[in-house]
Every structure is written in structure tokens, then in C-alpha cells.
């Protein structure tokens, strides 16, 4: 079985995201836990918690991950920014271990004019101290691809296999592969042969075993942009043939893969129009 989803809107209620999942025939999921773009924490109720594993339960739907605000910077030289990284990645990690939520996606953080290597080295003793601070968290903590724009950190392989080299608790963590932004940072996966030397790449520096899931998402600018905007499955600049690269290679059929284009535009369910392109791309 594939495992495949997108990421869906939690009005309503946590597991309102489970159900309606389960409406598009997804077998994966991903969600925020709270609202991303708000400092203001959340903490969830017993009701909270026993609605959503009963969402699980009536739907199948087990493979899910939560993305982290995106307000945290676990690069920034700016200490009260950092301080609030912390502590909304540690309240992430508890919400996320209280749904039995497995992982945990984070774009490592930009380093404001700080540097490249001071900057991983921030992002990899937060990681340490959110860690130590939640030390029974059962999920795991995914570190995204990005596009690299600006200051941001994660946007070549090098830089991710770095931070997982400096964080004490390696079997705490794993890589999430976005395709817009790796495509955007300059892997090409439009060809069989390109597609398939970005993933020697990927094992070379990060490895596979690493990897835990997977953003399908088409990219609006060129290989190499740097710019993070998505597209719509087969619509943008990575074309459609990459996508049933991935969603045929058997070495990452155990992975969750994830949608994340742009959604309803009036009457039009783009999430039902990108599903469906996707499955029609698998090969029984």
C-alpha cells in the first residue's frame, strides 16, 4: 500500500483533519497542531486526544505527521527568538507524542547573517536541549529540505547531514524530502537518470535510512531558483515524470508522502484533482 496524503486543515478539530482524509481516500496524513503562524501555544484537552485516536481507529489512517510552526528559528542569532523556538518545539514534540503522532516536521531554521556553520551548530544544540527537556516524546523530529532562500539552512544535503551528525540523540531525528524545495536548491529529478543520481546523492551524504518522509510538491520557478513556491502536481517546472519516479521506487514505498499544493480555489478541489493525478502515476 501506498501511503499517501496531504496536508489538511484542522477547523473544527484535530481529528475533523483524520476524517476528512479519509474522505479522499488517503492512507497518510500530515496537519498542524495549532496555529502555525501564531506564537500562542495550545494544549490539548482529554477530549482532544480521545477524538482524534478514535478518528484513527475508525479510519485506518496510522501514518501522520505534524509540521511545526512556522514562526520557529532554531538558527536564530537573536536570543528571545530562539528561546521561543525552544519552547515551541518542546510543547510540539509533547502535543504530537500525546496523538501518538510519529513525526514531527521542521525547517531547520535560517541564520540571519550569522554564518552557515555557526548556524547549524545552533540548530543542532536546540534540537539537544528540546530533547533533554521532553525526554520521554515519542515521535521522532524530521528536518525538511528547503529551497534556500535568504538565510535559510537545510537546503543542501551537506547541511542536513550535519545537523544530524552534531545532535547528540541521532535516533531521535530523520530527514523529510521536499521536491519543490530540493528541486528550487538545485536537484533535478525530471529524468529517470537525474532522479535517480539526486537519490544516490541523498544515501551518499544524508542516507536512505535517514529519510522517513516525503513532500510531493511542483515547483512555479527553475531548477536551482532558490524560490519556494508550489504548483500543482505535473503543473510547474519539475513536470509530472518525477513524481511516478518516486511513487514507484520501491525503496521508498514505506514512506509517507505528502501533498502540500495549493488548496480550493472556489468550487475547485485542487487536494482531489492532485490526489488522483498522483495515484493514477502508480504502477499495480
Known amino acids: 500500500m501506498i501511503l499517501l496524503g496531504a496536508h489538511l486543515s484542522i477547523a473544527g478539530g484535530l481529528h475533523k483533519a483524520v476524517l476528512t482524509a479519509y474522505e479522499y481516500g488517503c ?16 494544549s490539548l484537552s482529554a477530549r482532544d ?17 505534524s509540521h511545526t510552526s512556522y514562526l520557529i528559528n532554531l ?6 527568538k530562539y528561546e521561543r523556538s525552544i519552547m515551541a518545539l518542546e510543547q510540539e514534540l509533547v502535543r504530537s507524542s500525546q496523538l501518538t503522532i510519529p513525526y514531527v516536521v521542521m525547517h531547520p531554521g535560517s541564520h540571519m547573517g550569522m554564518g552557515q556553520a555557526p548556524g547549524l551548530r545552533r540548530i543542532a544544540d536546540g534540537i539537544d536541549r528540546v530533547f533533554d527537556r521532553v525526554p ?11 529551497a534556500g532562500q535568504g538565510s535559510n539552512l537545510g537546503h543542501n544535503f551537506e547541511q542536513l547531514a550535519a545537523i544530524s551528525d552534531m ?12 521536491t519543490c524545495h ?4 538545485g536537484y533535478d529529478l525530471r529524468t529517470k537518470t537525474a532522479y535517480e543520481q539526486t537519490m ?11 529519510l522517513r518522509v516525503i513532500h510531493l510538491n511542483d515547483a512555479k520557478k527553475g531548477l536551482g531558483s532558490r524560490i519556494d513556491r508550489h504548483e500543482h502536481i505535473g503543473k ?3 513536470g509530472i515524470d518525477a513524481f511516478s519516479f518516486i511513487l514507484n521506487d520501491s525503496k521508498l514505498k514505506p514512506l509517507p508522502k505528502i501533498l502540500e499544493t495549493p488548496k480550493k480555489k472556489g468550487p475547485v478541489d485542487y487536494d482531489r484533482i492532485n490526489l488522483n493525478r498522483l495515484r493514477s502515476l502508480i504502477i499495480a
Open 167 to 178: 545532535v547528540d540523540a541521532k535516533e531521535r531525528i530523520g530527514v523529510c524530502l521536499d
Open 236 to 238: 510547474g517546472e519539475i
Open 200 to 210: 544516490k546523492t541523498f544515501d551518499t551524504v544524508v542516507g536512505l535510512d535517514h
Open 75 to 80: 538558527a536564530s542569532p537573536e536570543p528571545s
Open 27 to 42: 492512507t497518510a496524513l500530515q496537519i498542524f497542531t495549532k496555529n502555525a503562524n501564531t506564537w500562542k501555544e495550545r
Open 49 to 65: 486526544i480521545e477524538q482524534f485516536h478514535l478518528a484513527r481507529e475508525q479510519t485506518g489512517i496510522s501514518s501522520i505527521c
Open 136 to 146: 520521554a516524546a515519542t515521535c521522532r523530529l524530521i528536518l525538511e529540505t528547503t
Open 182 to 185: 530540493a528541486f528550487a536548491a
